[in-house]
């Protein structure tokens, strides 16, 4: 049996097209004001009225590219990577000579993404993905000065990195303040789309508050901004701007098969994230390992008439349908079967709202959660822990 729609920290994919990435990966050789750790990034609010400039200035657009244009920039990551050899792959060979007598051979494999500078002695903003396992980062100005870059730090989950580099009175972006987006508001992308150096285009914020499940990036640990202004391969950690030329989120994914359908980090997430790289180096996630599914007469029905060990009784509410060995919520006596009432007394409306109880919760710190199982009421207390890496 196959249940739509799992939710949580180990959610399922619904989307049957593929996310993409929108670093490219070239196989050539095989190709207010904020502190952001020392430095400060001047955060202005989003204007109520996002299409004032429009009304004043039908030039608007050219004139956001003028002023935020040179604070984009392309990042060149390489990485080096072992592959088998041609004879390697000979079972004649390695039945005689053994299957280390031919070492892998190495090869480098080049991307290309997009990132915008936040402060004036270089710090930038880009994707996770851009750099991941670069052994080289170099980052290159529309006016065509190169800098070597170092990464200061990236999170996976979030997919948000922060690369340094030395320079002085360098040109910057502005920030709004993502939680005043509104619906339907002018949105500006900059960025290197399919290598294609400084390419502008043109949309609308689409929707705001697309969980990683609503996507079907069920690794990633925040909500999205939808947005139908054109973004491709190489727009990967660039900026999207509102009509004031703020930055409002970092580009990131676009769905495969699709127009009109891609997505960006808020700028607000993207600044959290940046500040906890620069000051510690990591990222803090709360996990409870549990797999939750929001409730539906159907899937109730669906349950019920299955072999996974548990019946429901409510066609509504958030159910948890499996718990992960030796996490937080097994050691808490957590169950599959367990519908989540309320995390510390607050009434828990979906399977979100668990994840963003979770989230908001420091290490270490405990979580008061109400589940109903099999009718009754039971009281559980669980601290959360860091969530595991892929690799553990």
């Not at 939750?292 to 349908?321: A, H």
Request: glycine fraction near 10%; include cysteine; hydrophobic fraction near 35%.
């Amino acid at each position: 049996m196959e249940l739509k729609k799992w939710r949580g920290e180990t959610s399922k994919q619904i989307f049957q097209q593929p996310i993409l990435y929108l670093g490219i990966l070239i196989i050539g050789s095989s190709a207010g004001c904020e502190s952001l750790g020392n430095r400060e990034v001047q955060v202005q609010p989003s204007p109520t009225q996002p299409t004032a400039n429009l009304q004043n200035n039908p030039n608007f657009v050219a004139e956001v590219v003028k002023d935020v244009g040179p604070a984009v920039v392309r990042i060149d990551a390489t990485r080096t990577v072992e592959v088998p050899t041609a004879v390697y792959s000979n079972p004649l060979i390695e039945r005689f000579f053994g299957e280390n007598f031919f070492p892998p051979q190495e090869k480098v494999q080049r991307g290309i993404g997009s990132g915008f500078i936040i402060s004036q002695d270089g710090r930038i903003l880009t994707n996770a993905h851009v750099v991941e396992g670069a052994d080289k980062v170099s980052v290159v100005l529309r006016d065509g000065r190169r800098f070597a870059g170092k990464v200061v730090g990236a999170d996976p989950v979030t997919d948000v990195a922060v690369v340094d580099i030395e320079g002085t009175n360098l040109p910057t972006v502005e920030l709004a303040n993502s939680d005043n987006i509104t619906v339907g508001q002018w949105a500006i992308a900059i960025g290197n789309p399919l290598g294609l150096d400084n390419t502008v285009t043109q949309g609308i914020i689409s929707a705001t508050g697309r969980s990683g499940s609503d996507i079907g990036v069920n690794d990633k640990r925040l909500d999205f901004l939808q947005t139908d202004t054109a973004i491709n391969p190489g727009n990967s950690g660039g900026p999207l701007l509102n009509a004031q030329g703020e930055v409002v989120g970092v580009n990131t994914a676009i769905i495969g098969g699709a127009q009109g359908l891609g997505f960006a980090i808020p700028i607000n997430t993207a600044q959290r994230i940046a500040e906890q790289l620069i000051t510690t180096g990591r990222v803090e996630h709360p996990y409870i390992g549990v797999r939750l599914i929001e409730l539906t007469p159907e899937i109730q029905q669906e349950i019920n008439q299955s072999n996974l060990g548990f019946k429901v009784e409510r066609d509504r509410g958030v159910l948890i349908v499996q718990v992960a060995p030796n996490s937080p919520a097994a050691r808490a006596g957590l169950r599959p079967g367990d519908i989540i009432t309320q995390i510390n007394s607050t009434e828990i409306q979906n399977a979100d709202s668990v994840q963003d109880a979770v989230e908001a919760t420091n290490l270490g710190k405990s979580l008061q959660i109400t589940v109903n199982r099999n009718g009754s009421t039971q009281q559980l207390t669980l601290k959360p822990e860091q969530l595991p890496s892929p690799s553990r």
